[in-house]
């Protein structure tokens, strides 16, 4: 055991920041973070003061001790975080993003909405819904949104300089707002009726294409009528894929972990309106205690730009 890093800590500043444990040939170890540094590296020196089973080998192994002060505990929790995934230390726990969570995002500042798919949840005032860790869930939903709603998935930019309807209003897949042929009104419509079909809220929309189908039967416009009627088999279809999970229609991530012998399976359910949109399990080796390991993961995923529910 090399002490240099233990007669290292009444130099220590006693604010708030990042220490980084290295080893022989400068092998990181361990990188942690608190919101007083002297007092958090004091710790390790003590084995009696940390339970955590990797501790005494962490102890054996460090030569070395850098640290980086910040201005908040909340900046050394971002930087902890981007530190762990940039130098992979030996005993982090390292949640590596193998797994893309996909959100859908709609555009509903612009006149016009867009629908498109985003890998990142941000505070600019469009609508989030998601995450899909599941290829097949995420194309059997953006198929039947582009073949239901016929909301426009182009960029904006694209969307200026339009001078004819694209393929996708050839093929009945949008209403190609582009060149005007669907007026805002109506369109807005469109939008509202896929946020509540996104939100769970989908009894609203079965009623109205039913009114819908039942008044273009009393016209006599059977055309019309049947087309409602495929709309209506077609959400069905759609809806009978959905396990219900809770009747207050809320929003909720569920995450569980079981752990045995330095290995950890944590799952997770992503309930969106009450139904279950997705889940994802995550295997992880570790000797943390779970609620650590839980921390930790739990620390990694919301810091990652996405959707945070109600509960």
Known sequence: MSGSWIQQIPTLPLEPGVYIFYGKNDEVLYVGKSKCLRKR??????????SRPFIPHLH????????LVTDTEKEALLLENQLIVKLNPKYNILFRQ????????????????RLMLTRQVKKDGALYFG??????????TLHFIKS???IRTCSNSEFKRR?????????????APCVGKVSEKEYKKKVEDLVRFLQGKNRIILDELEKKMARASEKLDFERAIKYRDQIKALEATLEKQK?????????????????????????LFIRGGKLLTSHAKLVTSWEKP?????????????????????
Do not use: W
């Open 148 to 150: 239901f709603f016929r």
């Open 98 to 113: 193998d797994t893309t969570y996909i959100s859908i995002k709609i555009t509903i500042k612009h006149p016009f909405p």
């Open 244 to 268: 219900v999970l809770s009747l207050d229609q809320k929003d909720y991530d569920v995450v569980a972990i079981f752990q045995k012998d330095g290995k950890a399976a944590i799952q997770m």
């Open 163 to 175: 001078k004819r309807a694209c393929l996708l209003y050839q093929i009945d897949r949008c209403t």
């Open 41 to 50: 590296v004091k710790n390790y020196a003590d084995l009696k003061g940390d």
């Open 60 to 67: 054996e192994e460090a030569h070395r001790l850098e640290f």
């Open 131 to 140: 995450p899909y860790t599941s290829g097949k869930a995420l194309r059997e």
């Open 291 to 311: 609620e650590t390991l839980l921390g930790s993961f739990l620390k990694h995923y919301y810091l990652s730009n996405v959707y945070i529910p109600q509960e």
